[in-house]
């Protein structure tokens, strides 16, 4: 189905508008996914470190709400809609669905850092899609998204890497 388009006077090409938006939209519904994780995470941690994980994966759930509404209101910038409902989230999302039987710390951070760094890698070959497009800030946005991600991804993974 081809997805409704607002006409503008946006100098991208029509063509590369509605391939960044359908670009933005799958990273949206990701994103948005991988947000809902880190509540599901936040609210249900348990064990020794229970106070910083559940605060760390609260951050990330803030951090990631704050890059969804950057990559949804680009894509209306661009002349699309921005699809960001729950039944969107469900039908795009290609995050691994988030076990619900988890309790303990390290369940959470090893769950987590698995989806991030999905997240990560698809953010980053999104940043090589806008660039080839021309869409050089799209590729910025996704950047500064990648960017971010990668520093969750390391404040959640050094609770896997304690050992010396
Ligand atoms: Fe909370």
Request: charged share 25%; hydrophobic share 45%.
């Amino acid at each position: 189905m081809r997805a409704r388009s607002y006409q503008s006077r946006n100098s991208l090409g029509e063509k590369n508008r509605r391939g960044m938006v359908a670009l933005l939209n799958q990273q949206l519904a990701d994103a948005l996914d991988l947000g809902l994780q880190a509540k599901q995470a936040h609210w249900n941690v348990k064990g020794p470190q229970f106070v910083g994980l559940h605060q760390l994966f609260d951050k990330l759930a803030e951090e990631l709400e704050g890059f969804t509404d950057d990559i949804a209101e680009r894509a209306v910038e661009l002349g699309g809609i921005a699809q960001g409902t729950v039944q969107i989230v469900l039908k795009c999302s290609r995050l691994t669905a988030y076990p619900l039987d988890l309790a303990s710390g390290q369940g959470h951070v090893a769950a987590l850092s698995g989806v991030l760094a999905g997240f990560g890698a698809t953010t980053r070959a999104a940043i090589y899609i806008a660039d080839k497009a021309g869409d050089a800030d799209t590729a910025d946005l996704f950047t500064e998204v990648s960017r971010g991600v990668d520093k969750l991804l390391w404040m959640v993974e050094a609770h896997l890497q304690s050992k010396d």
